[in-house]
């Protein structure tokens, strides 16, 4: 059974820090784009970022400059270390894996998709 499943989500005072992980199971993602989205309460999911098989990350301006993706092989895991956390920050974080070399900012081009872990920024 193929899996992703998130952690590391909790409550954060506005300017704080969180590390979230996403660890991988049933397949290796090593030859897999990954990609962190989120959804705030009341609106669509939405693209934070994304890390190749190469390693070529991509933000959305929101988090740029705030927000760092990476990825450790040997675990089958990535992660997203998210700094100065706003109150717009908050939201379900997740994560997933698109086949292939390259990351994406469309949802729909992600095949496999964790169940989620729970941001919340207090301002």
């Known amino acids: 059974q193929v899996q992703l499943v998130e952690s590391g989500g909790g409550l954060v005072q506005a300017g704080g820090s969180l590390t979230l992980s996403c660890a991988g199971s049933?397949?290796?993602?090593?030859?897999?784009?990954m990609g962190w989205f989120r959804q705030a309460p009341g609106k669509e999911r939405e693209f934070v970022a994304s890390?190749?098989?190469?390693?070529?990350?991509n933000y959305a301006d929101s988090v740029k400059g705030r927000f760092t993706i990476s990825r450790d092989f040997a675990k089958n895991t990535v992660y997203l270390q998210m700094n100065l956390l706003k109150f717009e920050d908050t939201g379900v974080y997740y994560c997933?894996?698109?086949?292939?070399?390259?990351?994406?900012?469309?949802?729909?081009?992600?095949?496999?998709w964790g169940q989620g872990t729970t941001v919340t920024v207090s301002s």
């Open positions: 049933g397949r290796s993602f090593s030859s897999d784009a």
């Open positions: 890390v190749s098989w190469s390693g070529v990350t």
């Open positions: 997933a894996a698109r086949p292939g070399p390259y990351g994406s900012t469309r949802s729909k081009d992600y095949d496999y």
